[in-house]
């Protein structure tokens, strides 16, 4: 058994097999063998490393023919470790004690002492760790030969295990087979761990090693919650999380019970709570939680999952689609949101700092006739329902007065062709950079509402990439910083007479409920399975305390002061069975 602890970002426990999607997704199962047939996986054994001999031999001399001897040289340590008689005897003796199949006592064997290996630091024990991994993959490519199985050949439910996960990879798992996922690297609000939310997948990131500590097959726990994962759990710790498991099962199915309560704190203030989505078919789960409508469509995860630009129809269909199942409850519709870790396959400059690059409303002034497509749909939309246009990533209002030029001149040709839409569609943008923070009285003026996009605001405040692990103990919310910034946006917007609302993943947390609350905020959109947990917390408030918890809050002067603060301000039970925190 092995315990590994990284970042909680979506809650949930999940206890079963591991898909490792490395070595070109191969699956390397778990299964022992019959003791008549060890003498032949000895020999399958024995011919891979044959046939890997001569393969690693060519490329040497090849690469020393090109290249000169002492590159050709490198290659030489695989062909050694390859020979080495105490590692074979140990592939070996694991097919014959443990009755592995051949596949199997590989990927252990050579793990292990790679893993031993880079226990020890420093460059020579890194490289020969990779040169171990590499002998690997060299080793079940031939065992496997063409028995390759992918996630989509899969039909049991498995946790993905991986170094890392795109955005888009996450949002094309077929749902009814990929129920958790663990990986090396990322951080609490990467577009990856806000899928897994909106999936209700229980996941953990930032593991470091998880990739290369687990072997396709093996059982694990996935603690979404506690940022925990067990491999290889011995019996009493597995018992203990399936008593966990219907704990936190039992504590959901009480939420739900009360999800259609309304928000309303005790002295009687209103909060209205949103869900936000990526897919037009996540409404259904929205309203079966609670919803009151939706905050925030990230209409990108069209773009990515097909990996083309959806067509003017393709995009009218989606917004159609969720305006019928919402039936009178607004649609917030976000123009697309490209770039940085949302990129089509058809973009392939590279940039150096894709987050302060091309992104976002800058993807789309870049691409004018894209975004045309987008908003003709939006207004097109906007004739069936309670439909707003929101535009993300602003950064300063020449970017808001172009947008709102564009609305115009696409309205003059709706009218033109005599189709119908909304001529008071309103137009919002998300405030997610610190200079539209800055600004937020002179956006205010200028647009029809705000949405607080914390996710990118604590990254662009305190200059942490909001999915980089390494420095994920710096990304907090509670940092004085954003709260400073949050309030200014409140305020500027209750000055202009304009909504505001947040959709960042901190309005999804309840320790943050006070304190936003307390600012002015009347209004939230969270990930869907949030918001019955949400709604009871605003039930236990009252907004008199509520401002003063946020008087108090703007008084601080250090994160930890501040989270402190509020943790005491929530009833412990609210905190979703443990310590998971998803701002
Ligand atoms: C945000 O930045 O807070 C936000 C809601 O947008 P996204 O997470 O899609 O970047
Ligand atoms: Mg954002």
């Known amino acids: ?266 002295d009687g203030r209103e909060i209205r709570v949103m869900a936000n989505i990526e897919f037009p078919e996540e409404i259904q789960g929205a309203l079966d939680h609670g919803a009151g409508g939706i905050g925030l469509f990230r209409t990108e995860f069209m ?59 800058r993807v789309s002034m870049k691409f004018p006739e894209t975004f045309r497509v987008q908003v003709r749909a939006i207004l097109r939309a906007s004739a069936l329902g309670k439909v707003k246009m929101m535009v993300p990533m602003i950064t300063a209002v020449e970017e808001l007065r172009w947008v709102k030029r564009i609305v115009e001149e696409t309205k003059h040709d709706l009218k033109h062709e005599g189709q119908s839409f909304d001529e008071k569609i309103e137009i919002g943008i998300m405030v997610e950079v610190p200079s539209a923070a800055l600004q937020a009285h002179v956006l205010a003026k200028e647009c029809d509402f705000f949405s607080i996009g914390t996710n990118d605001l604590t990254q662009y405040t305190l200059a942490v990439d909001r999915g980089n692990e390494l420095v994920a103990n710096l990304y907090n919310g509670a940092n004085p910083a954003v709260m400073m910034l949050i309030k200014m946006t409140v305020e500027a917007a209750i000055a202009a007479k304009i909504s505001v609302s947040m959709c960042g993943e901190m309005a999804g947390d309840p320790i943050f409920t006070p304190a936003l609350i307390g600012f002015g905020m009347t209004e939230f959109s969270i990930s869907p399975p949030s918001i019955p947990g949400i709604k009871k917390v605003v039930r236990g408030l009252a907004y008199e305390e509520c401002k003063t918890i946020s008087i108090e809050v703007m008084r601080m002067t250090e994160t930890d002061e501040v989270t402190n603060y509020l943790r005491d301000k929530i009833p412990k039970e609210a905190l979703n069975g443990g310590d998971y925190n998803g701002n």
């Open 1 to 266: 058994m092995e315990i590994l602890k990284g970042i909680p970002v979506s809650p949930g426990v999940y206890i079963g097999e591991a898909f490792l999607m490395e070595n070109e997704d191969v699956r390397i199962p778990e299964i022992a063998i019959p003791v008549d047939k060890i003498p032949e996986e000895i020999k399958r054994f024995e011919d891979a490393a044959h046939a890997v001999d001569l393969e690693i031999e060519a490329i040497r001399q090849q690469t020393e023919d090109q290249l000169g001897s002492s590159l050709g040289a490198i290659l030489s340590v695989q062909t050694q470790l390859l020979k080495d008689e105490s590692l074979r005897k140990q592939i070996i003796d694991k097919i014959k004690n443990e009755k592995y199949s051949a596949e199997h006592a590989v990927s252990t064997t050579l793990k292990a002492i790679a893993k031993r290996l880079a226990g020890y630091g420093g460059e020579m024990f890194v490289q020969r760790g990779s040169d171990l991994h590499d002998l690997q993959k060299r080793l079940l490519k031939v065992l496997l030969g063409g028995r390759k199985e992918d996630l989509s050949t899969l039909t049991n439910p498995v946790a993905v295990i991986a170094r890392d996960l795109g955005p888009s990879q996450t949002a094309s798992f077929d749902r009814n087979v990929v129920k958790a996922f663990a990986i090396d690297i990322g951080g609490k609000t990467s577009h990856t761990a806000i899928l897994a939310r909106a999936f209700e997948m229980p996941a953990v990131v930032g593991l470091e090693t998880i990739s290369s500590d687990i072997n396709g097959g093996e059982t694990i726990i996935i603690d979404g919650n506690r940022g925990i994962v067990v491999i290889r759990p011995d019996e009493r710790t597995l018992a203990r999380y399936r008593k966990r498991q219907q704990e936190l099962k039992t504590q959901e199915q009480a939420l739900i019970q009360e999800k259609d309560l309304p928000a309303v704190t005790l």
């Open 303 to 361: 773009y990515l999952t097909n990996g083309i630009e959806p067509n003017e129809q393709t995009h009218f269909q989606a917004y159609q689609k969720c305006l019928l199942r919402l039936n009178g409850r607004p649609l917030v519709i976000r123009t697309q949101d490209l770039g940085a870790d949302k990129i089509l396959p058809t973009h392939t400059t590279h940039e150096q700092n894709p987050y302060l690059g091309l992104r976002s409303i």
